[in-house]
Nanobody, 121 residues
C-alpha cells in the first residue's frame, strides 16, 4: 500500500501564491504517477496536475501558466506551486498516487488526507 501525507494550503487573497507538498511512503516502488486533484463544494473531484514516472506532466487547462508541479522520485515527493491564485481555485486539494496494477496492492489509486485552499477576493 501507499500512504500520502500532504502539507501546505491555507487562506490567501486572490493573486497570491501557495505551495503544496506531499510525501509518499510504503510501496513507493510501485508508483507510476503522482499529482494533485481538487474538489470544490458541490463539484466532482478533478485533476489539477500530475507527473508520470517518465516525467510527462498533465494539468487542467484552468491552471496552465499559473501552477507548476514538480516531483522528486528519489524522495517520493510531489509539490504543487500555485501562483496567481483565483477565487475559483478554492477547494480541498488531494495528493494522489497511482500504482502499477501488477503490484497487486489491492488498489491503484491512493489519496492523501486533503488540504484546504481558500482564495478570497
Amino acid at each position: 500500500q501507499v500512504q500520502l501525507v500532504g502539507s501546505g494550503g491555507g487562506l490567501v487573497q486572490a493573486g497570491a501564491s501557495l505551495r503544496l507538498s506531499c510525501a509518499a511512503t510504503g510501496d513507493t516502488a510501485c508508483i507510476s504517477a503522482m499529482g494533485w486533484y481538487r474538489q470544490a463544494p458541490g463539484k466532482e473531484r478533478e485533476l489539477v496536475a500530475e507527473v508520470a514516472n517518465g516525467g510527462r506532466t498533465s494539468s487542467a487547462e484552468s491552471v496552465k501558466g499559473r501552477f507548476a508541479i514538480s516531483r522528486d522520485n528519489a524522495r517520493n515527493t510531489v509539490s504543487l506551486q500555485m501562483n496567481s491564485l483565483k477565487v475559483e481555485d478554492t477547494a480541498v486539494y488531494y495528493c494522489h498516487a497511482r500504482t502499477e496494477r501488477a503490484c497487486h496492492l489491492g488498489g491503484i489509486d491512493w489519496w492523501g488526507q486533503g488540504t484546504q485552499v481558500t482564495v478570497s477576493s
